[in-house]
């Protein structure tokens, strides 16, 4: 082999453990980052396949290194609301990992999504040993009992323009970028966050619209000022 040329094989495995790390970077230190790698067992689900479903029991903790995936209850055959959407460096299903139970929701693919995967065994070692991965757990778990909390609220709320609104200031905070901030996901899927139907979604981001709270441009929704949509809101 050529001097200082890589084989396919070493480049692909450089290529995997950087995307690794760079997602992992946004949970901890860098020696976690790396027993998190050393531990855990990459895996890829397809866009539409089940990560888990509802009434498994808990085998692994899931970290997101790459894609986007939602966490759905269903009401009804056909019928589902998104309770959450995650994407790279976030962990989730933290409460039936820790306690060996059956997962309350199902996890479902949005895009292909490449997933490390903690199994019981491993997470509870670390977690035993590692005051870092603890307090994040812990700090994770508290910020996902909040969402849980605040979808359930907004779920209740009567007027289907706040509904959306809430669903897009959620969307929005978890964008890092400032300034304008895009919201990627496709209307259907705002609808099923606010429990609403596709075409009462679409009317009500149009009017949100019109009352310059958001920009549409080339069908994608943008939000310039959160504060003001937020205050609208109140």
Request: hydrophobic share 40%; charged share 30%.
């Amino acid at each position: 082999m050529t001097p200082g040329v890589r084989s396919g094989k070493n480049a692909a495995i450089e290529f995997e453990t950087k995307m690794k790390t760079d997602s992992l970077a946004k949970l901890g230190s860098e020696e976690l980052t790396s027993k998190l790698i050393e531990i855990g067992r990459t895996k890829t689900f397809y866009a539409g396949s089940e990560i888990f479903r509802s009434g498994e029991t808990a085998e692994f903790l899931p970290i997101v290194l790459e894609g986007k995936l939602k966490v759905v209850r269903f009401l009804e055959v056909g019928k589902e609301i998104i309770l959450n959407l995650f994407s790279d460096g976030e962990m989730f299903a933290i409460p039936p990992i820790l306690d060996g139970r059956e997962y309350p929701a199902t996890a479902i693919a949005i895009d292909d999504t490449k997933l490390l995967l903690i199994y019981k065994n491993e997470f509870d070692e670390l977690l035993k040993n590692s005051p870092e991965f603890s307090s994040i757990v812990m700090s994770k778990m508290s910020e996902l009992m909040r969402d849980i909390t605040s979808s359930m609220e907004n779920l209740a709320i009567a007027s289907p323009e706040k509904r959306v609104g809430n669903v897009l200031l959620k969307l929005a905070a978890k964008e890092t970028a400032s300034g304008s901030v895009k919201i990627s996901i496709r209307r259907q899927d705002i609808a099923e966050m606010a429990g609403l139907t596709t075409e009462t979604t679409i009317r009500e981001v149009r009017k949100l619209a019109d009352k310059n709270l958001i920009e549409i441009v080339r069908g994608k929704i943008f939000i310039e000022d959160n504060e003001k949509l937020k205050a609208y809101l109140r």
